[in-house]
Nanobody, 111 residues
Framework: VQLVESGGGLVQPGGSLKLSCAASGFTFSSAVMRWYRQAPGKEREWVAG????????HFADSVKGRFTISRDNSKNTVYLQMNSLKPEDTAVYYC?????WGKGTLVTVSS
């Protein structure tokens, strides 16, 4: 199983970023996918999840209304669209399914 995140970077407050997670080594179209994040000095926290078909999506209260999760089962990829970014969104963002994790991509929100 391999999960590879990309799309992180430096963005100003109020800006947007779209993260991608390319998956391989398992039946992606059958898997629930999740995004987590870990800010400096804090524990890893769940951000969003999406069911295998994409029909059901859930978000942490801290990102609800600003972040959207989606997937393309033909590309074995899950996305996290992040809008209206705040400095407190600064973190390493991880893709997850079951017990498997990517290495993360760093998002820094700063002016």
């Amino acid at each position: 199983v391999q999960l590879v995140e990309s799309g992180g970077g430096l963005v100003q407050p109020g800006g947007s970023l779209k993260l991608s997670c390319a998956a391989s080594g398992f039946t992606f179209s059958s898997a629930v996918m999740r995004w987590y994040r870990q800010a400096p000095g804090k524990e890893r926290e769940w951000v969003a999840g999406i069911t295998s078909s994409g029909a059901i999506r859930h978000f942490a209260d801290s990102v609800k209304g600003r972040f959207t999760i989606s997937r393309d089962n033909s590309k074995n990829t899950v996305y996290l669209q992040m809008n209206s970014l705040k400095p407190e969104d600064t973190a390493v963002y991880y893709c997850n399914t079951i017990d498997y994790w990517g290495k993360g991509t760093l998002v820094t929100v700063s002016s």
